[in-house]
């Protein structure tokens, strides 16, 4: 095994300069601690950006997962093969879907939520209805496309044309949104529950409600962009749920498999057979292990899971919202963002040297635990979090 300069070394030297990555390289875990090279062990309080659903080698997901690595890794999308079919029954008895196209990546997802808009446009409206309102701020992924759906200029530069037909709403304007949908030819609104690149930002309830009812009154499509809020991360098993309202599209990945690629698009009544043959597709999609490790993931996120979810995300509320250093906790279920006095780099950092892993978004410093974390571990997290943005508040 090497050790952690040498990965750092070789990784540094071969791979794309894309990621500002942290000063550490983690090489094992067991359930929410990881560990480098070296033996340091780390409390996981981001899941590998909100993947990691079960922590790190869940031994009921390894299972799951090498039972089907053993008999049948890779079929191609020519043949039936049941992960992916029990997987589909799944997510559509479990939400109310109708059908489901699976991928391997949220962009992905997002892609074929886009395509079917599109064409479910000009199937009922005309095809010159392609537009698609997203929101200020949002993240749905780094394709041309669904860059362009991302509502910030940062992504843009530089890598314009982007597809064209986006058009950006303010979240919680709902005049903005109408706005769009009077001046444009649009075939859909497109929103994540929670912004999450965006700072870890809900949406409130009344504007999430008032997008229903513009989508009605002008006949375009909802679209949930549910890549990070989905598969209990919300404290529900999707997030739409928390509005009581479903969306006519849902996508997403992250969380589904576990900590293998899986992107899946649902569809519901008014989109479920838009797509038909021939017109989309994907190599990998619904790789039977991928599916498999996902069919184990949901198959653990119960009632009494989520409500566990609630449960930890409440407790973390409690303890931070008034803490020293601290200014607010926002967000849902274990998809928390902290302002912290101190600037949210430092604060990382500094978590991190005392064995605690959180990561970024905007200025915020974000929790995305393992959704099973052990209470002991969350505690412990949770004061290191505490002390730390407490001390560098007075630096
Ligand atoms: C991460 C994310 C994406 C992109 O997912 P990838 O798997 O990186 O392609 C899209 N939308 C949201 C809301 C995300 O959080």
Redesign the pocket.
Known sequence: MMNSIDIKQKDKEYVAATYARFDLALTHGEGSYLYDAEGKRYIDMSSG??VNTLGTADPGWVRAVTEQLSRLSHTSNLYYSEPGALLAEQLCTRTGARSVFFSN??????ECAIKCARLWAAKNKGSEYFGIITLKN?????TVT?LAATGQEVFHTDFTPLTEGFYYAEAGNLASVEELLKGKKCAAVMM?PV???GGVVPLSREFVLGVFELAEKYNVLVIF?????GNGRSGYLYAYEAFGKAPDIL?T??GLGGGL?I?ATLFFEKTHGTLGAGQHGSTFGANPVAAAGALHVLSRLDGEFLASVREKSEYIISALSDAAGIVSVSGMGLMLGIETVADAGAVISECMRRGVLVIKAKTKVRLLPPLNIPTEALREAVEVIKSVAAELANK
């Open positions: 950006i909100a990546s949220g962009a992905e997802a997002n949002s993240f749905h992924g780094r669904t994540e912004q999450g690149e962009d549910e890549v990070q809020t996508s990945a992250k690629p992107g």
